[in-house]
């Protein structure tokens, strides 16, 4: 096919005016819109990448925050809010963000008491994970025993100073006891492993490539993961890379810092 040399111009004259014979070729077009998307293909990334930094920083402002109100709670009653407990179940979930919790905190952080009817979306902007309202998934309140939303946090003190039937603290150290007194992780992004929910799949929102996965519609393998931020006790909030964090199953009983499931039917593992 022969490519035509035509030249293009305008009712109202050419590039040099009326009567100029002004215009462009087919070729300049097809030169000027592949420089167009050279530029495009450039840029996108760039913005992208800026745009997951400028969540990643909203999201550690908010996990300060969060535990900054955790603190002044202990401080006031001389210990932390209590675990999400599942009633139904007798189990401790950190990633149950249940009514109780958030108004435990409401009066720090001086945001309306939440309701049961809420859904992800109404719910106070700070208890949320920025990347987790970009999720469709499980938006309406989930009530089995107590009513709860997965919001993008996890909530870690007093795992085993309550009752729970079967939550298994591996990392003892890591999660802040009842009264304080020791460095803990009060809050954390979500970074877990699950088969309670179907195919076992990994649990995380910071992703490299902007896909998230969450419980139950998650992915096999943690090639997307970019890391999780993790709120401490003592007000530091950490980023860790992924590299930083092993997921490899055949380590989970010694990497893992918190378990819960039934034995020869499910598990849900949490690193924090």
Same mark, same amino acid.
């Given at each position: 096919?022969?490519? &035509?040399n035509?030249?293009?111009? &305008?009712?109202?004259?050419?590039?040099?005016?009326a009567?100029?014979?002004?215009?462009?070729?087919?070729?300049?077009?097809?030169?000027?819109?592949?420089?167009?998307?050279?530029?495009?293909?450039?840029?996108?990334?760039?913005?992208?990448?800026?745009?997951r930094?400028?969540a990643?920083?909203?999201c550690?402002?908010?996990?300060?925050?969060?535990?900054?109100?955790?603190?002044?709670?202990?401080?006031?009653?001389?210990?932390?809010?209590?675990?999400?407990?599942?009633?139904?179940?007798?189990d401790? *979930?950190?990633?149950?963000?249940?009514?109780?919790?958030?108004?435990?905190?409401?009066?720090?952080?001086? *945001?309306?008491?939440?309701?049961?009817?809420?859904?992800?979306?109404?719910?106070?902007p700070?208890?949320?994970?920025?990347?987790?309202?970009?999720?469709?998934?499980?938006?309406?309140p989930?009530?089995?025993?107590?009513?709860?939303?997965?919001?993008? *946090?996890d *909530?870690?003190?007093?795992?085993?100073?309550?009752p729970?039937?079967?939550g298994?603290?591996?990392?003892?150290?890591?999660?802040?006891?009842?009264?304080?007194g020791?460095?803990?992780v009060?809050?954390?992004?979500?970074?877990?492993?699950?088969?309670?929910?179907?195919?076992a799949?990994y649990?995380?929102?910071?992703?490299?490539?902007?896909n998230?996965h969450?419980?139950?519609?998650?992915?096999?393998?943690?090639t &997307?993961l970019?890391?999780?931020?993790?709120?401490?006790?003592?007000?530091?909030?950490?980023?860790?890379?992924?590299s930083?964090?092993d997921?490899?199953?055949?380590?989970?009983?010694?990497t893992?810092s918190?378990?819960?499931?039934?034995?020869?039917n499910?598990?849900?593992?949490?690193?924090f």
């Amino acid at each position: 096919m022969t490519i &035509s040399n035509r030249r293009f111009t &305008s009712r109202g004259g050419g590039r040099g005016g009326a009567g100029g014979g002004g215009g462009f070729t087919l070729i300049e077009l097809l030169v000027v819109v592949g420089i167009i998307a050279i530029l495009l293909g450039i840029l996108l990334p760039t913005v992208a990448g800026a745009r997951r930094s400028a969540a990643r920083t909203h999201c550690a402002s908010n996990l300060r925050q969060l535990a900054a109100a955790t603190v002044m709670y202990l401080n006031e009653r001389k210990t932390y809010p209590a675990a999400p407990c599942d009633p139904a179940l007798g189990d401790v *979930y950190p990633g149950h963000m249940q009514v109780r919790l958030l108004n435990d905190l409401a009066p720090y952080l001086k *945001y309306r008491e939440v309701k049961a009817t809420d859904t992800l979306h109404t719910l106070p902007p700070i208890v949320k994970c920025p990347v987790r309202e970009e999720i469709a998934f499980y938006v309406d309140p989930i009530t089995i025993g107590a009513t709860f939303w997965f919001t993008g *946090y996890d *909530y870690y003190p007093r795992l085993d100073e309550q009752p729970n039937a079967h939550g298994v603290l591996l990392q003892p150290k890591r999660a802040p006891r009842a009264r304080g007194g020791t460095r803990g992780v009060l809050l954390a992004d979500p970074v877990g492993w699950s088969n309670q929910l179907g195919p076992a799949t990994y649990v995380f929102f910071h992703t490299r490539r902007g896909n998230t996965h969450f419980n139950g519609i998650g992915a096999a393998d943690t090639t &997307s993961l970019a890391g999780q931020h993790r709120a401490w006790s003592d007000g530091s909030v950490e980023w860790l890379n992924a590299s930083d964090i092993d997921l490899t199953p055949a380590n989970f009983e010694t990497t893992a810092s918190y378990k819960i499931g039934v034995p020869g039917n499910y598990w849900t593992y949490y690193w924090f």
